[in-house]
């Protein structure tokens, strides 16, 4: 599962996203979808390269 944004993409495991959702529900839900404002913030700030399996 993607999430995109302001240039960038976070990639969210199946299982994490999955697990998150069942136990949190809606809220659950709308976090994996649109990462809180810290992880998006951090981002911009650190500018990371991709790393991982593609």
Do not use: C, N, Q
Not at 17 to 22: D, G, L, Q, S, V
Not at 35 to 47: E, F, I, N, Y
């Amino acid at each position: 599962m993607s999430v995109e944004g302001r240039g960038y993409e976070v990639r969210v495991p199946r299982a994490f996203a999955e697990a998150t959702i069942r136990r949190e529900g809606p809220p659950g839900e709308a976090w994996i979808h649109r990462p809180p404002a810290p992880v998006a913030d951090l981002l911009r700030k650190w500018g990371p390269a991709a790393d991982g399996p593609d």
